[in-house]
């Protein structure tokens, strides 16, 4: 019986015997890993991390300062197998720009631009040299027959009077709605309208003359207006019910001093 027990004692301190022996190994080898990894000119098998404070500051310097940080990282841990974490991005500054309103623009422009002097239009135009004469010649205020000569000597006849009467005028057949031109560089005295010559303008020529244009429609020019020749003074209007059956015309009357001349001996 006693031989039994010490042949068991014995077992059992080999066994624990040959345990420490294992754990002895197994520590050995822990420590020539470690002291591996501290060989001179060996590669660390560890990724080195560059620090994220470091690398946000350089990418932030750049033109602009608008990078996305975390780039580096995240090629660095693919190439590793693992996941990077999603850093937060820097908000990219926004460029001042200023939209202006078209009232604003228009200020500015006004800014820019030299000021117009006051006064301008018809009060300020310079006045034109009125220098008309009796060698002076006009040219026609509309092109057309002369439905009506001039005669203050003696009476013609008015087909739609059916009467014989004197004729201060003459009346120039045209078409509704040609233009009628003042018939040489002229002053704008009046604008108005009678029974018998429908809408009229009459005109200051210089030296005593005066011009009336009547029926006219769609008056194009006002009182005190300087106007060179062939300017537009307006159109050929529908006839008055005094010349309605002479048809569609323009009434042109000259007259120097208080008298009415014929303006055929000025016409060109």
Not at 117 to 145: H, Q, Y
Not at 196 to 205: C, P, S
């Amino acid at each position: 019986m006693k031989t039994k027990l010490n042949q068991l004692f014995k077992d059992k301190l080999f066994l624990v015997m040959l345990v420490l022996g294992l754990l002895t190994i197994v520590a050995a080898a822990g420590v020539v890993t470690i002291q591996r990894g501290k060989l001179p000119g060996e590669e660390n098998p560890y990724i080195q991390m560059e620090d994220s404070g470091s690398l946000i500051a350089e990418e932030t310097r750049g033109a602009g300062g608008v990078q996305v940080a975390g780039s580096a990282n995240a090629q660095e841990n693919a190439a590793a197998g693992t996941t990077a974490s999603a850093e937060p991005q820097t908000e990219a500054p926004v460029r001042e720009t200023r939209a202006y309103t078209f009232a604003e623009k228009s200020t500015s422009a006004a800014e820019e631009a030299p000021a117009a002097p006051a006064g301008t239009g018809i009060e300020a135009a310079t006045p034109l040299t009125l220098d008309f004469t009796d060698a002076s010649r006009m040219a026609w205020p509309i092109r057309g027959n002369i439905l009506l000569d001039y005669s203050m000597d003696s009476t013609i006849y008015f087909p739609t009077l059916a009467q014989y009467q004197c004729n201060p005028a003459v009346i120039i057949q045209g078409e509704v709605s040609d233009p009628v031109a003042a018939p040489a560089n002229a002053r704008v005295m009046a604008v108005g309208a009678n029974e018998e010559i429908g809408n009229y303008v009459m005109l200051e020529l210089g030296g005593g003359y005066v011009a009336t244009c009547g029926q006219l429609k769609e008056i194009q020019v006002v009182e005190n207006e300087y106007l060179e020749a062939g300017q537009i003074l307006g159109y050929v209007a529908e006839p008055t019910k005094y010349y309605s059956i002479e048809g569609s015309n323009v009434y042109f009357e000259l007259r120097h001093g208080e008298k009415t001349v014929d303006p055929l001996d000025y016409f060109e």
